[in-house]
């Protein structure tokens, strides 16, 4: 276990796992990809809630996780366990709806041109990512019964884990659509009927 110290410099980011937790804070180097930790074990002090200053005793694996999650998302200095847990939530909705959108189309022209620039093959496997986005909406909502330290850290190990799988196949979806709606020379065919 790494003991952390609370540092108020720019170069050290403050994470608090949660307002209720035993495992209140975790600094981090935004500067250089090294972790900061202390050789004296120090007590850090939470911000987050006075009436619950405990010592920050943080492993390294959560460390290096909270690092890998701020590839993906903006962290800011007072963010906790649960704004963390938003911010992946919201990415995952956001793209669940993209793929959405092309797997079942609605009547909307954009929607109904997307889906037909992609083949029944591509829908099959982005009808494999809406289900992984699905799964992790649905982790999310089951995290938010009970206050849990280890059940939120393993909701963030499952959102990386999902994205690092999902996220190849949504940027060839993404440039995909990106190149649909640049080519100039094709025009949208489609019949529409009586909308009223």
Known sequence: MLLINHLKTPKIKTLCLSKHS???KININTRTSNMTEEKEQKQGECSC??????????DEK????????????KIDEDDDVEDIKKSLLNKAKQFSSIVDEIINPDTSIKSMHESNS????????????????QYIISYYNQT?????????LEFLESWLTTWEY????????LKKIKKIWEEKDKTIKLDIGYLG
């Open 49 to 58: 809630d006075d009436s619950l200053k405990k010592e920050a005793v943080v």
């Open 166 to 173: 999902v996220l190849p196949i949504l940027e060839k979806t």
């Open 118 to 133: 992609f083949d029944d093959g591509e829908k099959n496997e982005l009808y494999d990512v809406y289900k992984k986005m």
């Open 62 to 73: 959560t460390l290096l996780l909270i690092k890998r999650l701020e590839t993906y998302i």
């Open 144 to 152: 938010e019964l009970k206050i849990n330290d280890d059940d939120n």
């Open 22 to 24: 035993k495992t209140l």
